[in-house]
């Protein structure tokens, strides 16, 4: 298929069943205008699209993941542009047309929009030099990709509330300890390599599975316990239903690997 030539993005296929996409505006931090959402968008709706891609790695550079929405894009937005062009709603398209499993691999700089992309992902992983923090207050202003919903979930009212009043920034460090990222990498290097790692493991799944999984994990931030619990165990009946389901068990009992249809 034709390669699209992006201008804030690079897209790869690095691993077997796995893709790639570094933001890659490095002048302005990776910051992200309306057209990096685009391609960023673009992107992913192909990766959705792909039969060679299981997983996706998201990340940017070993100074900045992204150093929020662009500052100079909103300084002259006014209420009614932002409200009729539904500003900063495509960003959602990450978590509604994504069925695939997504790893943000976060070094140096995730402020502002650009924790709140990261929170998007379904695994966060980072290094210590991971800057993350929501600093809207400053510029007169509040997260508006959903910061104040995702962090408050990721960590508690008390510490998002504190972070997000004052402004300052969380380390790395502090990120894996309060459990908003899965796990720390003591490098850019080694934080790439374990996000593919980690992508390519899960691509070696039943894409159905993996899709089932995704959705059952990501309700639980929607409903109530007791409506998840019923969610998830409507989802897990269905997949008895799976051919998938039937060569994983009967690859266990014969003490063999199984060979995915993902049917
Ligand atoms: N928007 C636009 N440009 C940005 C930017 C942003 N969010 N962040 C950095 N840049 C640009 C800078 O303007 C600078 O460009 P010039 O060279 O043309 O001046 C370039 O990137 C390099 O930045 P610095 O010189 O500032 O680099 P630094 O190492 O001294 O500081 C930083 C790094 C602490 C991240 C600092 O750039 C900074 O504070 N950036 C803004 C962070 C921020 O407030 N983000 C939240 C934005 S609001 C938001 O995201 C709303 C929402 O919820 C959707």
């Excluded at 685009?38 to 060679?52: C, V, W, Y």
């Excluded at 994990?217 to 799976?242: A, C, I, M, T, W």
Aim: glycine letters at 8%; a neutral charge; charged letters at 20%.
């Amino acid at each position: 298929s034709a390669r699209r030539s992006y201008e804030y993005i690079d897209v790869s296929e690095p691993r077997p069943g796995v893709g790639q996409i570094t933001l890659n505006r490095p002048k302005a931090l990776n910051a992200l205008c309306t057209p990096l959402i685009a391609e960023l968008n673009t992107a992913l709706r192909s990766f959705q699209a792909s039969p060679t891609v299981a997983a996706i790695v998201l990340t940017g550079s070993e100074r900045a993941f992204a150093a929020g929405a662009d500052i100079k894009e909103m300084a002259p937005l006014t209420f009614s542009e932002a409200y009729t062009t539904s500003f900063i709603e495509s960003w959602s398209d990450l978590t509604t047309a994504l069925k695939k499993p997504l790893i943000a691999a976060v070094s140096g700089h995730a402020l502002g929009g650009g924790c709140e992309l990261a929170l998007m992902a379904d695994i966060i992983y980072c290094t210590p030099t991971a800057n993350f923090g929501q600093p809207e207050i400053k510029l007169g202003t509040i997260p508006g990709a959903g910061g104040s919903q995702r962090l408050t979930r990721a960590v508690g009212k008390s510490k998002a509330m504190e972070l997000i009043l004052t402004g300052k920034s969380f380390s790395g460090e502090e990120a894996e300890r309060w459990g908003v990222a899965a796990r720390l990498f003591p490098s850019y290097d080694a934080l790439l390599e374990g996000a593919l790692k980690t992508a390519e493991t899960i691509a070696g799944y039943s894409k159905v599975a993996v899709q089932a999984a995704k959705e059952v994990v990501n309700k639980s931030q929607d409903l109530p316990l007791r409506d998840g619990v019923e969610y998830e165990r409507r989802v897990f009946h269905s997949l008895f239903g799976s051919q998938d389901q039937k060569i994983g068990m009967k690859a266990f009992a014969e003490k063999k690997k199984a060979e995915w249809s993902n049917q």
